[in-house]
């Protein structure tokens, strides 16, 4: 079976500046999608970037960036210029590929802070 | 395009009462899936169903059900509830078929409290 985990609970960081969050996961798969969601307070989840297993490349959005090292199965998300509205809980998740359906299997969560 | 509905948005019921609740995915989409969060046990996916079948299920037990019908919208019931399934329950559609990276958009969830 698919693990996710996130190793930090809490994160805090001021305002304009960078963080990065951690996600490992354990798959046998070769084909697989990786995502981190946002859920503020209001616990509306929100895509904040998705990763396809067979691009090398790593996602980027806007502000938003990914570190994905396939070899070991890490996933690392990059906030930069923080923001006030960038304050939530942040999840990786992992979903098989194609002909998998679209379950996603989530890790534990990180609570972030952004200090003004 | 509106997002994922779920409705109601917050339920009351007491140990034993059986509830249900609804999701309508994003026009167009096939797949709905359905997830429970609690704080104990996080993000837990319960099933996913596309058109109008059942694809996935979860480790739960047979007192969780769904179903899907033919405009896409769909339904989960929980039977004689018990205090631990207090939790927000959400409802997240994509394609389902076709999109190259599967994406899934989740709707507000059902908070649900048993008493």
């Known amino acids: 079976a698919q693990t996710v985990t996130q190793s930090q609970p809490e994160m805090s960081v001021q305002e304009a500046e960078t963080v990065t969050l951690s996600c490992t996961y354990d798959?046998?798969?070769?084909?697989?999608?990786l995502f981190w969601y946002k859920q503020p307070p209001s616990r509306q989840m929100i895509l904040v970037i998705r990763?396809?297993?067979?691009?090398?490349q790593n996602a980027t959005e806007n502000r938003f960036s990914v570190n994905f090292q396939k070899a070991a199965k890490s996933f690392s998300l990059k906030i930069s210029d923080s923001q006030l509205g960038d304050a939530a809980m942040y999840f990786c998740?992992?979903?098989?590929?194609?002909?998998?359906?679209?379950?996603?299997?989530f890790g534990e969560g990180t609570q972030l802070t952004v200090n003004p | 395009k509106a997002g994922v509905t779920q409705t109601p948005r917050y339920l009351i019921k007491t140990r034993g009462q059986q509830v249900t609740l609804s999701c309508s995915p994003i026009?167009?989409?096939?797949?709905v899936s359905w997830y429970q969060q609690t704080p104990g046990q996080g993000l837990q996916f319960l099933f996913e169903?596309?058109?109008?079948?059942?694809?996935n299920k979860g480790n739960f037990p047979g007192r969780f059900s769904g179903r899907q019908f033919s405009n896409s919208r769909s339904e989960m019931n929980v039977s004689t509830l018990e205090l631990g399934d207090s939790a927000l329950y959400l409802c997240?559609?994509?394609?389902?078929?076709?999109?190259?990276?599967?994406?899934?958009?989740f709707g507000p969830g059902t908070r649900l409290l048993v008493l």
């Open positions: 997240a559609s994509s394609l389902g078929a076709g999109e190259p990276r599967k994406t899934q958009y």
């Open positions: 169903y596309f058109s109008e079948t059942q694809r």
């Open positions: 798959t046998s798969e070769s084909d697989y999608y």
């Open positions: 026009s167009g989409h096939r797949s």
């Open positions: 998740a992992y979903r098989r590929g194609e002909t998998s359906g679209s379950r996603l299997t």
């Open positions: 990763q396809e297993a067979y691009k090398q």
